[in-house]
């Protein structure tokens, strides 16, 4: 069973930087794509970046594209989003999840980060 733990979250002032990370285990982390996806109050949860297992073809969301950055470390099994320029609008929990590479769905799934951008 694979178990996803995120951090990083927190408060931040409007045009600052967050990285969050997301800590996988139970399974051989390469052989997992990873997404982040979000969940603004009141929102539909929302697809943001996504990272193919081996680190390549990384593709966003055109609302944070050239802000956020995906990246994976297939060492420490961790997935990050590194977010610059924050807007308030890119206020919501923030969550990491796995898609065995040959699938077609996200399986597993974390807690969430909240990240709060203040104005």
């Known amino acids: 069973q694979v178990q996803l733990v995120e951090s990083g979250g927190g408060l931040v002032q409007a045009g600052g930087s967050l990285r969050l990370s997301c800590a996988f285990s139970?399974?051989?982390?390469?052989?997992?794509?990873m997404g982040w996806f979000r969940q603004a109050p009141g929102k539909e949860r929302e697809f943001v970046a996504r990272?193919?297992?081996?680190?390549?073809?990384?593709y966003y969301a055109d609302s944070i594209k050239g802000r956020f950055t995906i990246s994976r470390d297939n060492v420490k099994n961790t997935v990050y989003l590194e977010m610059n320029s924050l807007k308030t609008e890119d206020t919501a929990v923030y969550y990491c999840?796995?898609?065995?590479?040959?699938?077609?769905?996200?399986?597993?799934w974390g807690q969430g980060t909240l990240v709060t951008v203040s104005s």
């Open positions: 139970g399974r051989t982390f390469s052989t997992y794509a």
């Open positions: 999840a796995a898609r065995y590479y040959s699938g077609t769905s996200y399986d597993y």
């Open positions: 990272i193919s297992r081996f680190g390549g073809n990384p």
